[in-house]
T-cell receptor, first 112, second 112 residues
């Protein structure tokens, strides 16, 4: 365990479903991140939260909706996804100014 | 943040040292060099980082050239479990901090 916990580890969903990915950290970090990793591609940064406020959205489609209720929890709400959204979704947290990044084990998402 | 260039793949014999190079010729004075690795379908794992001095920890050594335009990650006695993609990332230091932006990395294969 890295200190960043992601659930579920695997998720299969239909294109009309609504689901949520959860990330939790108790490392005392104040920044949290969502990354997407498609097959054979580098990790792509999706969203950045600092002190619960979204500070970056890298042109992510609105069918991905993040939520950060507090500095320890981060969610990614999913609705009407496409098969090309199938990927490994990774959560990370860090200290302020990006120090001490720690990643979770990821959620393997398959959209059918 | 400065871009980095790494070879796409390398092989190493088990028990030998693995030397992974990285070029970061546009690095700024306050930017750090970070190394992460990602074992297949897991979250990236922090290895080591440095500013200008060579660094060593229980996992690896980091050698940074005097002009800071390149660095080498050394795994002194590679094992099969070191097979992974290794990422060299330049990140702002001081109060800038920054976001971890991943490139293609080097796919290291440790062979028996």
């Amino acid at each position: 365990e890295t200190g960043v916990t992601q659930t579920p580890r695997h998720l299969v969903m239909g294109m009309t479903n609504k689901k949520s990915l959860k990330c939790e950290q108790h490392l005392g970090h104040n920044a949290m991140y969502w990354y997407k990793q498609s097959a054979k591609k580098p990790l792509e940064l999706m969203f950045v939260y600092n002190f619960k406020e979204q500070t970056e959205n890298n042109s992510v489609p609105s069918r991905f909706s993040p939520e950060c209720p507090n500095s320890s929890h981060l969610f990614l709400h999913l609705h009407t996804l496409q098969p090309e959204d199938s990927a490994l979704y990774l959560c990370a947290s860090s200290q302020p100014q990006g120090r001490g990044y720690t990643f979770g084990s990821g959620t393997r998402l398959t959209v059918v | 943040d400065a871009k980095t260039t790494q070879p796409p793949s390398m092989d190493c014999a088990e028990g030998r040292a693995a030397n992974l190079p990285c070029n970061h010729s546009t690095i700024s004075g306050n930017e750090y060099v970070y190394w992460y690795r990602q074992i297949h379908s897991q979250g990236p794992q922090y290895i080591i980082h440095g500013l200008k001095n060579n660094e060593t920890n229980e996992m690896a050594s980091l050698i940074i050239t005097e002009d800071r335009k390149s660095s080498t990650l050394i795994l002194p006695h590679a094992t099969l479990r070191d097979t992974a993609v290794y990422y060299c990332i330049v990140l702002g230091g001081g109060n800038q901090g920054g976001k971890l932006i991943f490139g293609q990395g080097t796919e290291l294969s440790v062979k028996p």
